[in-house]
Every structure is written in structure tokens, then in C-alpha cells.
């Protein structure tokens, strides 16, 4: 043992070869010294449990070798690229939707430079980080102004806490959803310092619950889009035409969350309805506020459209300081708001709605030419076959809708063969993630992005 203890080089001499001197310029001293000393005390630990040095102390330049790339590794970002072959176009646990080619130029570039992010050139002198968004979205959505803010979920929170902190909320009972991420209406609520009370039953409220509940501790009336369930049979809820109506009897304002919302229709792009901002403002509804990673196709952000003397409220909560944007977010935002004032091109513009309304045949193209790629990887073993699949929207867009797909699905007389195949999949240089149903793996279509690249990390990996 004493013998194999004495083969372990020294830190010092380590230190002083070539190799090592040309690691410290590229990687630093601190984690050159700092791996080097791991790998030695491997070394100790190795030859007091099994009496034998580790394969890579074999010599010096296979020591190099594997410092190299220990050191290599340590610097590697962990945050993985993937290939969503899911079926679920906005999956929130794959960061969603792609940004536009624009919105990354915008962003790129709002990285790189300093922008006038708060700074009106023409008058020499501080402005607002929300202005240009605000004018945007005034001309798409008819709202008088805009706020802007980390998600969805934060916008909520700022309405709540601004008009509604110690104060009464009144919201139906069919409506306090839950979307996942602790996320709960009665929650947020309660963070923010207000009281909700609930109205109707689960699966009818009327405006008569609404009015007998309202008093002089009332903040305002809330409608929370129902954006993951849907409550089907004997059913009825007020709209927000009704619910302004009776706010402006009573001198309440209304606010609605919509979810992910929309600012074009989708029946149009023939998808699933979904609520339209438009149509929520021209009701009369004070606030409305919807998500920007959604079915919007922009980056992680949150919208609220309304009622000037309202937004301006918001603007000067304490709060809204803690929930802003940056400037990379604002300029991908304003570029991807951008594409709704030329309506035709949004499919081909925004990568969400681009994978959304992606033809059959299109998808039939795409899965013929990955099975061939396929089949010339995978064994006798595994079986190929191009199946009707049913993808979906996602992130709470749409829940009960089904979008027609298509899916390479493998099947394998063993499971472990299938399971092997699965973890095969998942340590390519971009993992591929698809899900297993009825015994078989399933590729999904409809939600891959960058397809050529996914072929030919395919072509050319072993
Ligand atoms: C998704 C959703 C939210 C949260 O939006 P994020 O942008 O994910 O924070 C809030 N309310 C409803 C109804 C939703 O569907």
C-alpha cells in the first residue's frame, strides 16, 4: 500500500508541467488546484478501499486527460436544450413557447447595448419602462394603458394587493382555480391581504349572488378564466358584460384574469376559441390581465390591460418595483406584440402558433422522414409505426381541446428494451423527450421545433 501511496504525484510538481500551466491560463488557477486535489484524494480513497489506483492515474498524460475534462464539464451550462416530443406544445416544465426570430434580435440586442429603457430622447429626460408596450397594446387592444410585470401570477398579485389589501374580493365558486405551481386563487388572495368570498355553488352562480354579498368593504368583482378545467352539464356564470353592469351600480370596478388569453382568433386559425383581450375590454371590464408565454408566443411575462386611472394605481404600488421587467424581456415582448399588427403572418411569425396550426400532411412528411432516420438506428428489436396522436395547447390554454397529431410510436416485445430505447433517447447531446402510453413510446409531432437539427443530431450520433 505504502508502495501505491508513493506513485501519487505531488500537487506541487503537478502544478509546474506544461499541461497544467497551459489549464491554469485557460481555466483558471483556483479550479485547476481545485480539481487536481479532488483527483489525488480520489487517488487516497481508492487505494485505501480496493489497494489499486484509479484507472486514470495510469500516467501523466492520462491524469491531463481527465482533468481536462473534469474541468471542461465544471464550465458546461446544465440548463439543457430538448426536443419536446411530448404532444404538449406550451409545456410549462420545458420553459413553453419559442420566441420569434425577431424577439431574439431584439433581445440579443437589448443585451449587448443600452437601450432607452426609461429615457425619452426627443425630450432629454426620464420616462417609463412600459411606455412603448403600453402604446402597443392600446392600438391592439382598445385598453387606455398597460402594465408589465414578471408573469401572469404577479399580475394578479399587484391588482389584488393595490385595490384590494384588507378589503373584500367576490368571486363565483366555480372559479377559484388552481393552475399548478401553488398557484390558487384563494392563496393569492390571501398573500395579497385581502378577503375573498366566494359566491354560487361549483357549477351555477347567478348576479343575484354577486349583488347580496356586495358592501361597503367590497373592493371589486373578480372573474378568473377557467383556463385548465371545464365544468360541463347544469351550468351558468354571469359574463363580464353583466358583472360591469352591476359594478357600475355600485361604483365597483371589475377585474378579469384571463389566463393565457388571446389577442387574435383562434377560431380563425381554426384552433379552440379562447377569450380575446379585445373582447374583455370592449365589455367595460376596468383590469384585465394575461399571460406572455402562453398562446401569445412571447417570453415569461405578465400584461394588464385597463382603465388609465387604474393602471396608473398599479404603476405606483411599492410592488410593481419588485415584479418589472428588464430590458431584454420588455424588447421581446414589444417585438413579439409587434407581429399582431400584421395578422396574416403570425403563423409563420411566432413559433407557438406556427406548431399549432402545422398541417397533417405537413406532420405525415415529418414523421415518415424520422422513422427512416430511425430505423436505420434502432434494432429488429423495436417497432415503427406512424400513429394518429392527440396533442394539446397546453400550460392551461385549452384543456379539454385535443389538436389532431401525429406520432412515430416504438414498441418493443420487452419493456426493458423500451425503457433502454427511452433512456438512449434522453442522453443524446439534446435529450429527446416523447411519453409512454398503452406499452408503447410515443414521438409526438405536433410539438418538435428545429426538426432538420433533431434529424441530423439523429444522422450523426451513434
Ligand atoms: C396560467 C394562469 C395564470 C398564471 O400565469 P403565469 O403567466 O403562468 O404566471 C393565472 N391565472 C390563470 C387563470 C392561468 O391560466
Keep these: 500500500m505504502q508502495m501505491l501511496f508513493r506513485q501519487i504525484p505531488s500537487l506541487d510538481r503537478l502544478l509546474k508541467q506544461p499541461q497544467a500551466v497551459e489549464f491554469i491560463e485557460k481555466f483558471g488557477y483556483s479550479a485547476v488546484v481545485k480539481t487536481l486535489r479532488l483527483l489525488l484524494e480520489q487517488a487516497r480513497v481508492s487505494i485505501q478501499q480496493t489497494q489499486t489506483l484509479p484507472s486514470f492515474f495510469a500516467d501523466e498524460t492520462t491524469l491531463f486527460t481527465q482533468l481536462e475534462h473534469q474541468l471542461t464539464q465544471s464550465q458546461k451550462v446544465e440548463l439543457r436544450t430538448v426536443f419536446n416530443m411530448t404532444g404538449t406544445v406550451l409545456h410549462t416544465n420545458l420553459g413553453r413557447g419559442l420566441w420569434s426570430e425577431k424577439a431574439v434580435e431584439s433581445a440579443t440586442n437589448a443585451m449587448r447595448n443600452n437601450v432607452a429603457l426609461e429615457f425619452d430622447i426627443d425630450a432629454g429626460k426620464r420616462s417609463h419602462r412600459d411606455l412603448y408596450i403600453s402604446q402597443l397594446l392600446q392600438q391592439l387592444t382598445g385598453a387606455e394603458a398597460a402594465c408589465i410585470v414578471n408573469n401572469n401570477a404577479a399580475a394578479v398579485l399587484l391588482m389584488l394587493a393595490t ?13 377559484l382555480v388552481e393552475i399548478g405551481g401553488a398557484f390558487r386563487i384563494p392563496d393569492i388572495m390571501a398573500q395579497a391581504g385581502c378577503k375573498l368570498v366566494e359566491v354560487g355553488t361549483t357549477n351555477r352562480t347567478h348576479l343575484k349572488d354577486y349583488r347580496n354579498v356586495i358592501n361597503e368593504n367590497t373592493a371589486f368583482l373578480m372573474k378568473v378564466h377557467t383556463s385548465n378545467y371545464q365544468i360541463q352539464g347544469f351550468t351558468s356564470s354571469v359574463s363580464e358584460e353583466e358583472l360591469v353592469a352591476l359594478g357600475q351600480e355600485f361604483h365597483l370596478p371589475v377585474i378579469s384574469d384571463l389566463g ?10 381554426n384552433l379552440p376559441a379562447e377569450p380575446m ?45 419588485v415584479l418589472r421587467c428588464d430590458k431584454v424581456i420588455l424588447s421581446a415582448l414589444e417585438a413579439t406584440l409587434r407581429h399582431y399588427l400584421f395578422p396574416e403572418h403570425l403563423c409563420q411569425d411566432l413559433p407557438t402558433l406556427h406548431l399549432l396550426t402545422q398541417s397533417l400532411e405537413n406532420l405525415q412528411e415529418k414523421a415518415e422522414c424520422l422513422k427512416n432516420t430511425l430505423s436505420k438506428r434502432l434494432d429488429s428489436r423495436y417497432i415503427l409505426q406512424i400513429e394518429v396522436s392527440q396533442a394539446q395547447i397546453g400550460s392551461g390554454a385549452l384543456p379539454t381541446e385535443r389538436l389532431p397529431s401525429l406520432a412515430l410510436t416504438i414498441t418493443s416485445e420487452k ?19 416523447g411519453r409512454f402510453s398503452e406499452q408503447k413510446f410515443w414521438l409526438d409531432l405536433r410539438s418538435v421545433a428545429q426538426f432538420d437539427q433533431l434529424i441530423e443530431m439523429l444522422s450523426l450520433n451513434p
Design 163 to 175: 385595490f384590494a389589501k384588507d378589503k373584500e374580493v367576490i368571486v363565483s365558486r366555480g372559479e
Design 260 to 269: 393565457s388569453g388571446s389577442l387574435t382568433d383562434m377560431k380563425l386559425l
Design 277 to 321: 383581450v379585445q373582447q374583455k375590454v370592449a365589455a367595460g371590464v376596468d383590469l384585465v390581465s394575461f399571460s406572455c408565454d402562453k398562446l401569445l408566443g412571447g417570453p415569461q411575462a405578465g400584461i394588464i390591460v385597463g382603465k388609465k386611472a387604474f393602471i396608473d394605481q398599479l404603476q405606483s404600488h411599492p410592488l410593481k418595483r
Design 415 to 433: 419493456q426493458s428494451d423500451l425503457l433502454a430505447l427511452e433512456k438512449q433517447f434522453k442522453s443524446l447531446p439534446c435529450p429527446i423527450i
